[in-house]
């Protein structure tokens, strides 16, 4: 099983990037996904998921900014953050969590930094 993520940057604050993170090795549209960010110092925290039927959820801090997606055809999800700030400067991993039959899978990607200079 492998989650590649990618599309980090350094980027301006109210710039954007849209990462990627492409599975393979499981039944992609079995699995919930989900963005998870961890800034230096501090906890990672949950930023989006996307259900396997396509309901999305969003932390506080980034509705109405970041838009996750998911293309079943190519295995892959995605995450468009819009009007970064400093505050969003973390590395940003994937997430799988499988549904039945696979309920109990947890994947996780290596992570892709993602840099917003003020």
């Known amino acids: 099983v492998q989650l590649q993520a990618s599309g980090g940057g350094l980027v301006q604050a109210g710039g954007f990037l849209r990462l990627s993170c492409g599975a393979s090795g499981i039944a992609f549209g079995l699995y919930d996904m989900a963005w998870y960010r961890q800034a230096p110092g501090k906890r990672r925290e949950l930023v989006a998921t996307?259900?396997?039927?396509?309901?999305?959820n969003y932390a506080d801090s980034v509705k109405g900014r970041f838009t996750i997606s998911r293309d079943n055809a190519k295995d892959t999800v995605y995450l468009q953050m819009n009007s970064l700030q400093p505050e969003d400067t973390a590395v940003y991993y994937c997430n799988a969590r499988g549904i039945v039959p696979y309920f109990g899978n947890d994947y996780w990607g290596q992570g892709t930094l993602v840099t917003v200079s003020s």
């Open positions: 996307i259900t396997s039927g396509g309901r999305t």
